[in-house]
């Protein structure tokens, strides 16, 4: 792990919430705050990875870097692949930090905490979870669980990545978070494969790692941070970053 970057893909065209990256939290876009909050992590260089030039432009205003790419990459991790052409041709930084752009409220130390498992050599993608307390939440298919087995202190090896409620018995269940480093051939190496079986059937493209045979350990971490999808997310953001700056 000798230099990594964080990218950030943002895009306009979110269905639940319109124009979501430019939606006002605190008297900034919303899209500042994830730069902001990926900045202070402190790992590496950040890059806002778009489709739309006033994000872009919006980016570059508050004195960060930011890159247009092409409007029709099916996923993030395509924007993430462009975007990283375009920044890094020579292939200088190894490690790939992907930050989803509706993490406002996001805790810089769980960013870094996500390049922690890529010491181990055997492991090609590193992500996060959290451990499940609301009851509600085991069973809601909106929420991704991480099925896993310990390989050290609060670090798990990934088995699976479902919408149901699973493992079953006893044992804590794990909300997976979907912020992911990656070694940059692994990162390739998944660009290059086809959508997988499980992954086309869970909606869920981790699953087409696993499924390849690559390996994705997970760093247990307390906070877990507030994707912004609704307008009533919206408002809990506003709610949490207006706390914060009373305290």
Avoid at 136 to 162: C, I, M, Q, W
Avoid at 213 to 241: F, H, K, N, Q, Y
Wanted: glycine residues 8%.
């Amino acid at each position: 792990m000798s230099d990594p970057i964080v990218l950030i893909p943002a895009r306009m065209a979110a269905t639940r919430l319109p124009n979501k990256p430019m939606a006002d939290l605190a008297g900034e876009p919303m899209i500042v705050h994830v730069w902001r909050r990926a900045v202070e992590a402190g790992i590496g260089p950040v890059v806002v990875a778009t489709d739309t030039p006033a994000i872009v432009d919006t980016i570059e205003a508050v004195g960060g870097l930011a890159v247009l790419t092409r409007a029709d990459h099916p996923s993030g991790s395509d924007r993430l692949a462009e975007a990283l052409e375009i920044i890094d041709p020579q292939g200088n930084h190894d490690v790939v930090v992907n930050v989803q752009g509706d993490l406002p409220t996001i805790d810089p130390g769980i960013i870094g905490a996500a390049i922690l498992p890529l010491a181990d050599r055997a492991v090609d993608i590193a992500t996060l979870c959290a451990v499940i307390t609301e009851e509600s939440e085991r069973r809601d298919p909106n929420v991704v669980k991480l099925v896993g087995h310990t390989v050290g202190t609060r670090r798990l090896r990934a088995l699976y990545f479902t919408r149901a409620e699973a493992p079953w018995g006893e044992g804590p269940l794990y909300h997976h978070i979907g912020l992911y480093a990656y070694r940059r051939k692994a990162l390739a190496r998944f660009m290059a494969l086809p959508p997988g079986e499980l992954e086309t059937r869970e909606k869920l493209e981790q699953l087409r790692a696993l499924e390849a045979g690559m390996r994705i350990d997970a760093i247990v971490v307390d906070d877990l941070p507030l994707g912004v999808d609704t307008p009533a997310d919206l408002e809990r953001a506003r709610a949490i970053l207006a706390a914060r700056r009373l305290n």
